[in-house]
């Protein structure tokens, strides 16, 4: 009586010889399937064949496996057309100003700039001015806003505008009714470069250093 030579249970991992073999399943896997049922049939007992049933089940093993290897190059291939997408758009960004989290005043000639994504309605919106040393020196009352992107304006009325550089920043405070309301602080700064590492974009911007590509909230405005 001829041996039989398991291959169904070494690809499937049903023996212990293959058990440490999980990843056996790789580039060219659908070649080595057909060589390893080719050897089966040659090498089975004549009087106990291989059942279809296993046989059927395996080629479907190697079917959803081949399939997965090309869905994988496929999205892989996609991904990296995307980045490359991304890294275009955000060439058009450079020197350009945009919106990203941060508590820090855009001066401008007579005014800090600063903004706030609220989560949801707030019936009293106040923005509270801090020093570098975190002392709150203004208190902005904005009223009632809408949930979404919202932006404000800064005029000291007494004392002189105070530059970029002395540290001036602002934390937003928003409540309906009694309810607090998710409040994050925005602020403007400027694309200086763009940078791709690996699968992400990167900008470069004059205040925040290096930010991701995704944090930015709004362009220009």
Same mark, same amino acid.
């Given at each position: 009586m001829a041996n039989t030579i398991d291959t169904? #249970?070494?690809?499937n #991992?049903?023996?212990?010889?293959?058990?440490?073999?999980?990843?056996?399943?790789e580039a060219g896997s659908a070649e080595r399937f057909l060589k390893l049922l080719v050897t089966q049939m040659q090498n089975q007992d004549p009087l106990n064949p291989a059942?279809?049933?296993? /046989?059927?089940s395996q080629m479907a093993q190697i079917n959803t496996v081949s399939g997965l290897e090309t869905l994988n190059t496929t999205v892989q291939g996609l991904n990296s057309r995307f980045v490359q997408m991304q890294a275009l758009q955000g060439a058009g960004l450079v020197g350009r100003d945009i919106t990203v989290p941060g508590d820090k005043?855009?001066?401008?000639?007579?005014?800090?700039l600063g903004g706030f994504e609220l989560k949801g309605t707030a019936d009293r919106v106040k923005v509270e001015v801090l020093s570098g040393a975190g002392r709150v020196v203004d208190t902005i009352e904005l009223g009632a806003q809408q949930p979404g992107l919202n932006g404000f304006e800064w005029k000291p009325t007494t004392q002189a505008l105070p530059g970029p550089g002395?540290?001036?920043?602002?934390?937003? /405070?928003?409540?309906? #009714?009694?309810?607090?309301?998710d409040a994050s602080p925005l602020m403007r700064d400027r694309v200086l470069a763009v940078s791709t590492l690996g699968d992400s974009l990167?900008?470069?911007t004059m205040v925040s250093g290096r930010i991701d590509y995704s944090s930015v909230r709004a362009v220009g405005g």
């Open positions: 169904f #249970g070494a690809l #991992g049903s023996s212990a010889a293959a058990a440490g073999k999980a990843n056996a399943y059942d279809n049933a296993q /046989i059927t005043f855009a001066f401008t000639a007579d005014a800090g002395e540290g001036y920043r602002f934390r937003v /405070i928003a409540t309906n #009714g009694s309810a607090a309301v990167s900008l470069e």
